[in-house]
C-alpha cells in the first residue's frame, strides 16, 4: 500500500507555471504507475499524464501537451507535475495517484488546489 500526499498548488497568474509534488510513502515506490488528474468546478475528474515505472515513458492528455511534464525521482519517492504556460482553464484540484497492477489506479491523494487568475 502507498500514501500519497500533493504539494505546490497555489494561485498563479495566466502564463506562469507550477511545480506539483507528490510524495509517496510505503513500499516499493518504484513498482508503481503514476499519475496526475484533476477535478475542475462543476467538472467531472480528467487525466493529465502519468509515467511508467522507470520513468521510462510519459503520456499527457491533449490539453496539456506540451505545457505539463510529468517526471519521478524513485530515490525521493516523489513524482512531479511541471506546469508551464498556465492558463485559466487549468484551475482545478490536482490528484496525484499510483497503480500496481497496470490496469487502473488504486490510490489516490488528497488533491492540491491551483488557480490560474486572468
Known amino acids: 500500500q502507498v500514501q500519497l500526499v500533493e504539494s505546490g498548488g497555489g494561485l498563479v497568474q495566466a502564463g506562469g507555471s507550477l511545480r506539483l509534488s ?3 510513502s510505503g513500499r516499493s515506490f518504484s513498482s508503481y ?4 488528474f484533476r477535478r ?3 467538472q467531472e475528474r480528467e487525466f493529465v499524464a502519468s509515467i511508467t515505472r522507470n520513468g521510462g515513458r510519459t503520456y499527457n492528455s491533449g490539453s496539456v501537451k506540451g505545457r505539463f511534464t ?3 525521482d524513485n530515490a525521493k519517492n516523489t513524482v512531479y507535475l511541471q506546469m508551464n504556460s ?8 490536482y490528484y496525484c495517484a499510483a497503480d500496481q497492477f ?12 491551483v488557480t490560474v487568475s486572468s
Open 22 to 24: 507528490c510524495a509517496a
Open 33 to 36: 504507475r503514476l499519475g496526475w
Open 40 to 42: 475542475a468546478p462543476g
Open 70 to 72: 510529468i517526471s519521478r
Open 86 to 93: 498556465l492558463n485559466t482553464e487549468d484551475t482545478a484540484v
Open 102 to 113: 497496470g490496469s487502473s489506479w488504486q490510490y489516490w491523494g488528497q488533491g492540491t488546489q
